[in-house]
Nanobody
Framework: VQLVESGGGLVQAEGSLRLSCEVSGFSFDDYAIGWFRQAPGQEREGIACISNQDHSTFYADSVKGRFTISSDNAKKTVYLQMNSLKPEDTAVYYC??????????????????????WGQGTQVSVSS
């Protein structure tokens, strides 16, 4: 099983980046993919989630309206389009996978479930 993030980098405030999470080793359509981030000294935060079965999405308030999560089932890749970036978005961004039934049962507690698989992370830095 592999989740490989890419697309991070340094960008100025109000700029954009698109992160990718390429998945292999499990049934992509049966899983939800979430994006998380962790800034130095802070707890990990779940920010966006997509079901690869019906492409339903969920966003944390901190990114709603600025970030968009999408998936390409044929490419087994999930994207996170990040617009209007702010310095406080600076963090290491991770993608993770969990079975869609687990997320469906968790409902509003989706970030608290045990996500099965994780990528290695990609650094996003936003300068002011």
């Amino acid at each position: 099983v592999q989740l490989v993030e890419s697309g991070g980098g340094l960008v100025q405030a109000e700029g954009s980046l698109r992160l990718s999470c390429e998945v292999s080793g499990f049934s992509f359509d049966d899983y939800a993919i979430g994006w998380f981030r962790q800034a130095p000294g802070q707890e990990r935060e779940g920010i966006a989630c997509i079901s690869n079965q019906d492409h339903s999405t969920f966003y944390a308030d901190s990114v709603k309206g600025r970030f968009t999560i999408s998936s390409d089932n044929a490419k087994k890749t999930v994207y996170l389009q990040m617009n209007s970036l702010k310095p406080e978005d600076t963090a290491v961004y991770y993608c993770a996978a969990v079975h869609i039934l687990v997320v469906a049962q968790a409902k509003n507690n989706r970030w608290a479930v045990r996500w099965d698989y994780w990528g290695q992370g990609t650094q996003v830095s936003v300068s002011s």
